[in-house]
């Protein structure tokens, strides 16, 4: 049974910074691309930063570019989102998600596993 298990969100001031981490187990954590993904209250669930297995190549949402970076640990089955210099408009829910498209950072199909995600709240 895959499970996926994120932490770290929270309250923030504007400026501010957090950092997420993502637990995937029941699966080959490192032959599948990983990424976050953010829906806010009102809106479509949107790719915010995604990573291939290998972590050599990611995307990012342009809106975040500069701000914020995605990284793996394949020996830990861990996947990370630094997000610094955050803003009101980041405020969302951020679900961690495996086995995605890190190219367009898409579900691309339905061979992928999501977990229950993380309140990020940015106050101005």
């Known amino acids: 049974q895959v499970q996926v298990a994120e932490s770290g969100g929270g309250l923030v001031q504007a400026g501010g910074s957090l950092r997420l981490s993502c637990i995937v187990s029941?699966?080959?954590?490192?032959?599948?691309?990983t990424g976050w993904f953010r829906q806010g209250a009102g809106k479509e669930r949107e790719g915010v930063a995604c990573i291939s297995r290998t972590g050599g190549s990611t995307f990012y949402k342009d809106s975040v570019k500069g701000r914020f970076a995605i990284s793996r640990d394949n020996a830990k089955n861990t996947l990370y989102l630094q997000m610094n210099n955050l803003k009101p408009e980041d405020t969302a829910t951020y679900v961690c998600?495996?086995?995605?498209?890190?190219?367009?950072?898409?579900?691309?199909?339905?061979?992928?596993?999501w977990g229950q995600g993380t309140q990020v709240t940015v106050s101005s």
């Open positions: 998600a495996a086995g995605i498209d890190y190219r367009d950072c898409s579900p691309a199909d339905d061979d992928n596993y």
């Open positions: 029941g699966l080959s954590f490192g032959d599948v691309a």
